[in-house]
C-alpha cells in the first residue's frame, strides 16, 4: 500500500495536536481527518473507513477506552494507536483491549511516523 492510499482519523481535543498530527501524517503522504472527541470519531467511522485511528486518551464527551470500543465494533480492521498525556492504567487497559501501541505525550514526531508505518506493514500481511 502506498501511503496516499492509507486514511487515518486523528481524534483529540486540543487544536495544537489535531495541527501537528494533519501537518506530520500528511506531509508523509497520508489521507489525514480529524475530529475533537470520540463522538465525532464514532459517527464518522460508521460513514467511511479508516486504517488507522489515533486516539487521544483523555477527552470530553468520550474518553479514549470508550472510543476504542466503539471503534472495533463498528470497525474490527481499523488499528487504533492510543496518544496519552499521563502515563497511566488507561494504556495498560488500552493496549488490552486491542489497540496496537500507546505513545505518551510530548512524543518524538519520528516515533508516530514509526508507529504508523509498523500499522501499515500489518495491514499488507
Not at 501511503?3 to 506531509?27: A, C, H, K, P, Y
Not at 498525556?85 to 493496549?95: G, I, T, V
Amino acid at each position: 500500500m502506498k501511503n496516499n492510499e492509507i486514511n487515518i482519523l486523528v481524534v483529540d481535543d486540543e487544536q495544537v495536536m489535531r495541527s501537528l498530527f494533519t501537518d506530520l501524517l500528511g506531509e508523509n503522504g497520508f489521507n489525514v481527518t480529524v475530529v475533537k472527541n470520540g463522538k465525532e470519531a464514532v459517527d464518522l467511522i460508521k460513514e467511511k473507513f479508516f486504517d488507522i485511528a489515533i486516539l487521544d486518551m483523555h477527552m470530553p464527551v468520550m474518553n479514549g477506552i470508550e472510543t476504542l470500543r466503539h471503534v472495533r465494533k463498528i470497525s474490527p480492521k481499523t488499528s487504533i494507536v492510543m496518544t496519552d498525556s499521563f502515563p497511566d492504567a488507561f494504556a495498560e487497559d488500552a493496549l488490552k483491549e486491542g489497540a496496537i501501541s500507546c505513545i505518551h505525550k510530548p512524543f518524538d514526531i519520528r516515533d508516530v511516523i514509526q508507529v504508523v508505518n509498523e500499522a501499515v506493514k500489518k495491514k499488507e500481511k
